[in-house]
Nanobody, 124 residues
Framework: QVQLAESGGGSVQAGGSLTLSCAAS????????MGWFRQAPGKERVFVAG???????YYTDSVKGRFTISRENGKDAVSLQMNSLKPEDTAVYFC??????????????????WGQGTQVTVTS
């Protein structure tokens, strides 16, 4: 069994920054790929940023240049640095992981493991 634990959500004014963290625990995941998704009230869960098992990064267009995903110290853990936040970034942010994650995975259905989510609120 694999568990994902997120931390770092909160409330910030527009233009501010937040960093989210996610750590995997439990059994080792072979060539783990990890990603961040977000879900605003009444909307579908959508892809935000991803990290392949080879440490390649990829983003949805709306966050390019503002968000950075990175692996933490070679572990099964990632962070999402979010800068220049906008009110439209407000959502519950979910961490996700997939085994054999060599490719880019932008669909929630591609991921096997999920965290419980952390709220990010950006006020104008």
């Amino acid at each position: 069994q694999v568990q994902l634990a997120e931390s770092g959500g909160g409330s910030v004014q527009a233009g501010g920054s937040l960093t989210l963290s996610c750590a995997a625990s439990g059994r080792p995941v072979t060539r783990i790929g990890m990603g961040w998704f977000r879900q605003a009230p009444g909307k579908e869960r959508v892809f935000v940023a991803g990290l392949t098992s080879g440490d390649s990064t990829y983003y949805t267009d709306s966050v390019k240049g503002r968000f950075t995903i990175s692996r933490e110290n070679g572990k099964d853990a990632v962070s999402l640095q979010m800068n220049s936040l906008k009110p439209e970034d407000t959502a519950v942010y979910f961490c996700a992981a997939v085994e054999f994650g060599e490719s880019e995975y932008r669909s929630p259905a591609s991921y096997e493991y999920w965290g419980q989510g952390t709220q990010v609120t950006v006020t104008s």
